[in-house]
Structure formats: C-alpha cells, structure tokens
Nanobody, 123 residues
Framework: LQPVESGGGLVQPGGSLRLSCAVS????????IGWFHQAPGKEHERVSC????????QYADSVRGRFTISTDATKNTIYLQMSNLESDDTGVYYC?????????????????WGKGTLVTVSS
C-alpha cells in the first residue's frame, strides 16, 4: 500500500494549489491522515492531520488559516488545499496514513506514506 501524491508545481507567492493523494488498498475511515512538508535541507514537518473518526483537524502554526485538509470518501482521496502560498512553503509534500487515531509528529512514524510531490513557490 502506497499513497500517490499529485498536484505539485510552480506557483507565484500568494497563489494557490490543491494537492491530491490517491489511496488504494484500504478505506480511509478509522484512520488518521497527515500531510508533511520537507523544505530544502530541512527535516519533515507535519503541516496537517485529520482524524477520520471524528473529523478533527490539526494544523501547524505556519499554515493555519491558509491550508485545508480534506478527504473524498467516494474517491478514497486526500486533499490539501493551499492558499496564499509563501516562499517558505516550497518543498516536497507527502501524504501519510496512520492506523487508528492521531498522526505521528514524524513522517517515519506513520504507517504508510507516498513519494511526495514538489511545490515551488517563486516569482
């Protein structure tokens, strides 16, 4: 089982992107879903987590109010809507899934994750 991210690309500061993550091999119900960001030369940072059990969400301070995590159960797909993008948002974004409740702080602590999609915010 490996999630597959898509939707990355080059965007100007202030612009928007929607990342998608297609999941096969399990249903998203009763799992925690996270998006992680790795800026160039830095460690992975969890930017958002969604618990499908109760639809509670968590966002890093750096993205709160600008990013929104969601799922489409009919498509078994996870989304990250990113708005008002900043240069610091540049990097590779990974979606990840954790069995049970709650997301690990570390990407390697999640049960499954994809290969990532690159987002470049630049004018």
């Amino acid at each position: 089982l490996q999630p597959v991210e898509s939707g990355g690309g080059l965007v100007q500061p202030g612009g928007s992107l929607r990342l998608s993550c297609a999941v096969s091999g399990l249903t998203l119900n009763q799992h925690a879903i996270g998006w992680f960001h790795q800026a160039p030369g830095k460690e992975h940072e969890r930017v958002s987590c969604l618990n499908t059990h109760d639809d509670t969400t968590q966002y890093a301070d750096s993205v709160r109010g600008r990013f929104t995590i969601s799922t489409d159960a009919t498509k078994n797909t996870i989304y990250l809507q990113m708005s008002n993008l900043e240069s610091d948002d540049t990097g590779v974004y990974y979606c990840a899934i954790q069995a049970g409740w709650g997301c690990s702080e570390r990407l390697s602590g999640m049960d499954w994750w994809g290969k990532g999609t690159l987002v470049t915010v630049s004018s």
